[in-house]
């Protein structure tokens, strides 16, 4: 049955519009597979599993009144899975070159007369294959992103079948769950920085958010949306008065041009073994790190980072867990505060954990949300106003997304080891992402060359950093609570 013609939702309308010169709304990540796998057999894996999601075999088309999924009739799977190579300098070693290209593919705009994602596979890498994955940030989030990729590898489950509820003379209805994600994600709170909308404001604002996603909903006529879009109004007027982020060379007017980075995984058992140590969370610590591997090297630039500290927004997720699979953008954004400053590396995990408890139940999240979702209906002048608002308030965007436990394997080969990068929006010129995969953990970066040409100096200082939490947690007597 051919798929029907499907509006964008306001919110994937917003992270449609927001590429601009200096940063392309594209998910970047790379995966390293052994032993070497042929190109052939990825594409059929992707052909059998991927193109299964009708996303991926849908373009978009713009309008002014915002865009639709429509499917591609000219669809080319050589063109969105297609062969790399590294091209390595004199002296440069694999893993340079693969980071380059990464870099060079963050920057290449994704050709917006065809679906919005490409795969770049270079056959022969470290003895084994690499894939560079690109997805525009419009077709999901990365918790919905991370279901989806996993469901093509080896095991990986394919998308649910939608439950249609018949209804003569009209188009068939969704799932009658699929609108209640926001309402469980306020009363059934699934990520470490929760959501109180309900307790400020009553069920009415689950709703009325709800409304601001759903394309189909008309946006007139409901008190809840006028009430929300006071509200929402009130909160940008909030942000504007958050004092501008303190000034390092991580801030300034970037070029464009990306360079990416990422290190080996740290033992997540010993992450934990740590946290529980000092009855911190494992995130406690991982923010604690990431705060002293930046503060690290800007005081090796010359930089005094004594008494300073930078603002991140972190992304925070929205939706049940359970339905990532349907694609789009389902999460908030929540500014924390990172002790960049802070040289002793215990009194800067107490200081991430207190920021941490001061976002804990906050309802930033939830107006973030809506923020975006109402900027997809504005004219994108008016946008980039507001997504300007955003880039002076925090020098990084920081993300943390939970992969699976075990290792995973792809037509055979294994997923030894697999890391991505998030976009920033506006002027943001940094991008961190940490990643948890098969027992360890995985910090990467991306950075604005102008602003931070050599990320590797800062992924370099993350394992000494977590060397010195864990040598004070060895010499502690061991007790107190578990923190999850």
Same mark, same amino acid.
């Given at each position: ?32 597979? =052994? ?32 865009? =639709? ?28 070159? *693969? ?118 909903? &008309? ?30 060379? *991580? ?27 000092? /009855?911190? /969370? ?6 604690? +790190? ?103 308030? %925090? =020098? ?12 995973? %394997?792809? +037509?055979? /080969? =294994? ?7 998030? &976009? ?8 961190? /992402? ?18 931070? &040409? ?16 864990? *040598? ?13």
């Amino acid at each position: 049955m051919p798929v029907a013609a499907e509006r964008m939702s306001r919110v994937d309308t917003a992270w449609l519009r927001m590429d601009n010169e200096v940063n392309l709304m594209m998910i970047v990540g790379v995966w390293l597979l =052994t032993p070497a796998l042929p190109l052939e057999a990825l594409r059929e894996r992707i052909e059998s599993r991927l193109l299964k999601y009708d996303r991926f075999r849908q373009k978009v088309v713009a309008d002014a009144m915002g865009a =639709t999924w429509v499917v591609d009739d000219d669809f080319d799977l050589d063109h969105h899975v297609k062969p790399a190579r590294l091209v390595r300098e004199k002296g440069q070693s694999e893993r340079a070159a *693969l980071q380059a290209l990464c870099g060079e593919l963050a920057t290449t705009p994704l050709d917006h007369t065809r679906p919005l994602w490409q795969f770049h596979f270079i056959e022969h890498y470290e003895g084994g294959s690499a894939m560079v994955a690109r997805i525009h940030h419009c077709i999901g989030d990365g918790i919905a992103l991370t279901s989806v990729m996993m469901s093509i590898t080896d095991g990986g489950n394919e998308p649910p079948k939608r439950r249609r509820k018949p209804a003569e003379g009209a188009q068939d209805a969704q799932d009658p769950h699929d609108g209640d994600w926001l309402a469980d994600a306020v009363l059934k709170p699934l990520t470490e920085l929760t959501v109180k909308a309900i307790g400020m404001y009553g069920s009415g604002i689950a709703k009325s958010l709800e409304l601001l996603a759903n394309p189909q909903e &008309p946006m007139q006529g409901s008190a809840e949306i006028v009430r929300t879009g006071a509200q929402v109004l009130k909160d940008v007027a909030a942000f504007a008065l958050m004092p501008d982020d303190a000034p390092t060379r *991580l801030k300034g007017k970037p070029v464009g041009r990306k360079v990416v980075a990422w290190g080996e995984p740290i033992p997540l058992d010993a992450v934990k073994a740590v946290g529980k140590a000092l /009855s911190c /969370s494992v995130n406690d610590v991982l923010l604690a +790190c990431a705060a002293g591997a930046i503060g690290g090297y800007l005081a090796e630039r010359g930089d005094d980072p004594i008494g300073k500290e930078i603002r991140a927004m972190v992304p925070v997720n929205l939706r049940p867990l359970e339905d990532a699979w349907k694609l789009g953008n389902r999460f908030g954004l929540a500014p924390l505060v990172l002790p960049i400053g802070i040289a002793n590396p215990v009194e800067r995990v107490y200081a991430v954990h207190a920021r941490m408890a001061e976002l804990k139940g906050s309802y930033q999240p939830l107006l973030a949300f809506a923020i975006l979702a109402m900027t997809g209906l504005f004219i994108k002048p008016v946008q980039d106003a507001v997504l300007g608002l955003f880039a002076k308030k %925090t =020098t990084a965007v920081m993300t943390n997304v939970p992969g699976p436990a075990q290792l995973l %394997t792809l +037509c055979g /080969s =294994t997923m030894r080891q697999n890391m991505f990068w998030v &976009p920033a929006s506006g002027e943001v010129g940094v991008g961190l /992402s940490i990643l948890s995969y098969g027992g360890g953990v995985q910090f990467g970066l991306i950075t604005d060359e102008r602003l931070c &040409p050599d990320p590797d100096a800062i992924i370099q200082r993350f394992a000494p950093e977590f060397d010195q939490l864990l *040598l004070v947690a060895l010499m502690l007597p061991w007790g107190g609570p578990d923190v999850d």
